[in-house]
């Protein structure tokens, strides 16, 4: 049973990398799509690859997710609890893919860490949901809202006395490397993230100890899944951030994808807080949109985008809980 548990419970894990690509690869790209910076295809394909660079530039944050969150479990026990939060993420980014909501897989994943172990009688680490997830949870937004708005006040300063077209033309050709920032911190942050279950995964069934490396093959396959779920693409989520919440130009879109770019890889590399990428770029396309005028935005998008950033750790949690009780009944 450990061996067919640990299998399921890793491809599983990979599943949600998949979903996490496709779900969250609007991210990296909406707003150089939306300003025709690049084509679609185009886009994804350089995500894709960013992605998989990304993946390899650090473990400070897999380390958050396998040992800060949640107390390790043990046997079989242990395994399907890492199942059911899996499942919990799955679903909910699935929910909200359809409705074309843009909430964060990575707290969707926590959610379901949180409410599987809940279920299961595993300890949950408050302090390190607190310090490591619900605290980001809250700054990264305002953060991205406010440098989203200084950036962009900086930019039109320096650009007031230039020719608005041949401007707009170089942001055009500057966002191709924004948008790949934005990727290569996606890589790094969310890659990351299902290394740290699978990690997990390993350390439950003896197969490794809980100080050793990450094996190569765990980044290798995190990576290679997070990069083709973001090449499938998630057109949904994409309209929502590259048209719904504002109308980008160039230098708007080269500004949000900055300022989320350099807050992903601050709190990775300095912090190693496994902040949302959903929130960062969400929140700086609102701060850079402002500079336009307030209501610019079209804040009744931006309120339905926060309620769903609220409700995602508890409603994956929920559905995590579900599926602990009845893989219980099936197979403990």
Not at 63 to 84: C, N, Q, R, Y
Not at 136 to 144: A, D, N
Not at 264 to 286: D, G, K, L, N
Request: hydrophobic content about 55%; glycine content about 10%.
């Amino acid at each position: 049973m450990d061996t067919f548990a640990l299998i399921v419970t890793i491809g599983v894990a990979l599943g949600f990398t998949y979903t996490n690509g496709f779900h969250d690869s609007a991210n990296a790209i909406a707003t150089s799509v939306s300003t025709r910076a690049l084509t679609p295809r185009a886009a994804l394909a350089m995500a894709a690859v960013m992605n998989l660079a990304g993946a390899f530039m650090g473990s400070g944050v897999a380390k958050t997710v396998s040992e800060g969150i949640i107390e390790t479990p043990h046997g079989d026990k242990g395994m399907w609890i890492l199942f059911a939060a899996l499942i919990g993420a799955i679903v909910w980014n699935l929910i909200t893919w359809y409705f074309g909501l843009p909430s964060s897989s990575s707290h969707a994943l926590f959610g379901g860490m949180v409410g599987a172990a809940l279920a299961g009688g595993i300890g949950v680490i408050w302090s390190g949901v607190v310090d490591k997830i619900v605290i980001p949870m809250f700054l990264s937004p305002v953060i991205g809202l406010v440098a989203g708005y200084l950036v962009m006040c900086a930019i039109m300063w320096m650009f007031r006395k230039s020719n608005p077209h041949k401007a707009k033309r170089g942001f055009r050709i500057a966002q191709t490397v924004s948008a790949a920032g934005m990727a290569l911190g996606h890589g790094l942050q969310d890659a990351q993230k299902t290394m740290g279950i699978v990690v997990m995964a390993l350390v439950i069934s003896d197969v490794q100890s809980a100080d050793a490396p990450i094996p190569i093959w765990v980044k290798i396959a995190c990576a290679l899944m997070l990069s083709a779920g973001t090449y499938a693409g998630g057109w949904r989520i994409m309209r929502t951030l590259g048209r719904k919440i504002i109308e980008l130009d160039p230098p708007q879109g080269f500004a949000a994808e900055t300022t989320g770019a350099g807050i992903m890889f601050t709190t990775a590399f300095m912090f190693h807080a496994p902040i949302s990428t959903t929130h960062v770029i969400t929140s700086a396309i609102m701060g850079v949109g402002a500079t336009k005028r307030v209501n610019a935005v079209r804040w009744g998008v931006a309120k339905n985008i926060i309620l769903g950033w609220f409700i995602t750790m508890p409603a994956a949690a929920i559905v995590a809980a579900l599926s602990f009780w009845v893989v219980n009944l099936a197979f403990l």
